[in-house]
């Protein structure tokens, strides 16, 4: 490669660098996310030029057939409902794990079996995340698009199985280190990374959703940034070790919102749907409300906090919610979100949904500033979410999410919560603010109820201030 064109790869490679770098910087606030994904597009784009530029690329017959391959498949992924990013994230993530694993397939079967130590050590690392992220984010999409079971599917003496499984993974791939002639062991390694994808996915619950999605993006990254050593591309490690760090973080965060450990979410089997106690299994009464009456206690009160959860983003109910949010500032109602890290199914899927209906940004306030607000607050008003309300995670000891930190609605005066019915949440166990005296339950869709709600508001019925 003349020395100029080499210079000019570089220098596009250094560009896309900074470019992530900074996407992942500005996508962490919501007023600069838009260009953060600018940023990251155009330094994915960089990238791709940088690549075709380079000399060894002399048949570019079948990176067109490539380009034209992934951009149908791409396109349409990328039309998805806001409802779907969760588990066409998940999807993206199996995509990403996939070519890992064959780009280190590949490199092993070209050079086998002169693969030098550090070489294969880096490969096995390099295709046991991959594969275990391929088919762990294709279960994880699974169990988001409700194909597959959302409850964990656990038998007794799985972890030590799963682990198992793993292990043996691992010292095939130590052994290959030091004997790297063996394609047939190399394919079972493949295969155990496999299988132990599917098998970590299915004792988890859709409730450590968010925690999962996070936790695979990592995995994803990091095995990216060893391809990187492998193709020896700076710009590869660069952008998988940032992939990897900020997914590991993020998990961090998200398990800390559960109080919860990752050998509690990967092993915990958490999810499963609670027995009833015996002499436990009376029901319980419940105050309900109509929509015009849910109008009237709106239209009195003077602070608001409205909640929402997976159930607004199932029921697509953002942009009614911009209409109530309107309709009662107009009113002069102070009205604010409050936000749970773990609320959805990925982490800052409910802020994304609000933004897409404009919502402004500084009313979506997040779990430690929201909480210190509910005293003094008329209404709290749940739209979908269960789990994260749950003030059983305060006060019993031996309910599941015992001290995972919640959104402290049953200190406002009066909760209101749309929900189509009594069912549990992800989580699989009951909500003791469902019965308390101040709680009134709006059954119903929340996208009609809410519209059915802004029209009382709105009519003029009565409601005035």
């Not at 919640?406 to 166990?429: E, H, N, Q, W, Y």
């Not at 603010?433 to 109820?449: P, Q, S, W």
Request: hydrophobic share 50%; aromatic share 6%.
């Amino acid at each position: 490669m003349p020395i100029e064109a080499g210079i000019v790869i570089q220098i596009v490679y250094l560009v896309a660098a900074v470019l992530f770098v900074l996407a992942l910087k500005w996508m962490s606030s919501p007023g600069t996310a838009t260009r953060g994904v600018y940023a990251g597009e155009i330094g994915m784009l960089l990238a791709i030029i940088g690549t075709l530029l380079h000399h060894g690329i002399v048949d570019y017959k079948w990176v067109a057939i490539g380009l034209l391959l992934g951009t149908l498949i791409g396109v349409p992924l990328g039309r998805v409902q806001m409802t779907a990013v969760p588990q066409r994230t998940a999807l993206s993530h199996a995509f990403g794990a996939l070519c890992v694993t064959l780009v280190g397939a590949a490199e092993f079967f070209l050079n086998t079996p002169h693969v030098a130590k550090p070489l294969m050590g880096i490969l096995a690392l390099e295709v046991i995340l991959g594969s275990l992220t391929f088919t762990g984010s294709l279960m994880a999409a699974g169990k988001l698009q409700e194909i597959l079971p959302q409850r964990p599917i656990s038998y007794k003496g799985q972890n030590l199985v799963n682990l198992g499984t793993l292990a043996i993974a691992i010292a095939i791939g130590i052994y290959l280190i030091y004997h790297p002639g063996q394609p047939v062991l190399f394919l079972v390694m493949i295969a155990l990374g496999l299988i132990f994808g599917v098998a970590m996915i299915i004792p988890i619950g859709g409730a450590d959703m968010p925690t999962v999605i996070s936790l695979l993006n990592s995995y994803a990254g990091l095995s990216a940034a060893a391809m990187g050593f492998v193709l020896d591309s700076k710009l590869l490690i660069i952008a998988g070790a940032l992939d990897g760090s900020s997914g590991f973080i993020l998990s961090v965060i998200m398990s800390k919102a559960m109080n919860r450990s990752f050998t509690n979410v990967l092993f915990g089997a958490f999810g499963q749907v609670q027995a009833a106690a015996a002499g436990t299994t009376e029901e319980r009464p419940v105050r309900s409300a109509t929509p015009e009456e849910a109008a009237s206690i709106l239209a009195a009160a003077n602070k608001v906090v409205i909640v929402p959860g997976y159930g607004m983003a199932v029921a697509q109910a953002q942009h009614k919610i911009r209409e109530l949010f309107d309709t009662l500032t107009k009113r002069g109602v102070e009205v604010s979100f409050g936000i749970h890290p773990v609320a959805g199914r990925m982490p800052g899927h409910m802020n994304v949904l609000l933004a897409e209906a404009d919502i402004p940004y500084d009313k979506l306030l997040d779990m430690d500033e929201v909480n210190g607000e509910f005293s003094q607050t008329d209404v709290a008003l749940i739209i979908g979410a269960n789990d994260v309300t749950n003030p059983a995670a305060r006060t019993d000891a031996a309910s599941p999410i015992y001290g995972m930190p919640i959104l402290d609605v049953d200190k406002a005066r009066t909760v209101m919560v749309i929900k189509r019915g009594m069912s549990p949440g992800f989580a699989g166990i009951d909500n003791p603010l469902y019965y308390l005296n101040k709680t009134l339950m709006l059954f119903g869709d929340a996208k009609a109820f809410t519209g059915e709600v802004v029209r009382e508001l709105t009519g003029g019925g009565g409601h005035g201030r």
